[in-house]
């Protein structure tokens, strides 16, 4: 695979658990995550392996408040470290069905490695993700001293 080939792929891969937000299709999705992936949520839950994504995504978004919500992001860098592995930086945050657009103080950042298996397949490893929040007046203070 040439590098944009690379590229292209991770790109569908990441689009394609970006949608299963909507679809609410997570066992479909987990097959761009790796059997022993390590997934830590915003607020800082630590998700082992495929089946304890699948579980906690579909038990959050059948919930009554996350109906219709879907995920808006975007990858925002991809670095390879070698042939089959990758560093990605994407941003995003879930938007609810009564939101136009989505609001900022909900936007995340994070951390993917994704890795190539065996079948030439772009599969997420670990993945970090953090809210986005502006530095506020007491931080400001105290690193000015």
């Known amino acids: 695979m040439s590098y944009a080939q690379n590229i292209q792929a991770i790109g569908r891969a990441n689009e394609n658990l970006y ?14 995550l790796t059997e022993d992936c390590d997934y ?19 038990q959050m978004m059948n919930n009554f408040i996350f109906r219709g919500a879907i ?6 860098q991809i670095r390879f470290l070698n042939d089959t592995t990758a560093i990605v930086i994407a ?9 136009k657009k989505t609001p900022e103080n909900r936007l995340s950042i994070n951390t993917n490695i994704w890795t190539k298996n065996e079948s030439g397949q772009w599969q997420l490893t670990a993945f970090q ?5 502006k530095i506020g ?3 400001k203070l105290l690193m000015k001293l």
């Open 137 to 139: 007046r007491m931080a």
């Open 91 to 99: 941003t995003g945050a879930i938007r609810f069905r009564w939101q």
């Open 71 to 76: 995920l808006d992001g975007k990858i925002e």
């Open 129 to 133: 993700n953090t809210r986005v929040k």
């Open 19 to 32: 949608r299963a937000f909507e679809t609410k299709d997570f066992k479909t999705a987990a097959q761009y």
């Open 40 to 58: 830590i949520t915003f607020n800082g839950m630590h998700l082992k392996g495929r089946q304890a994504y699948i579980d906690t995504h579909e």
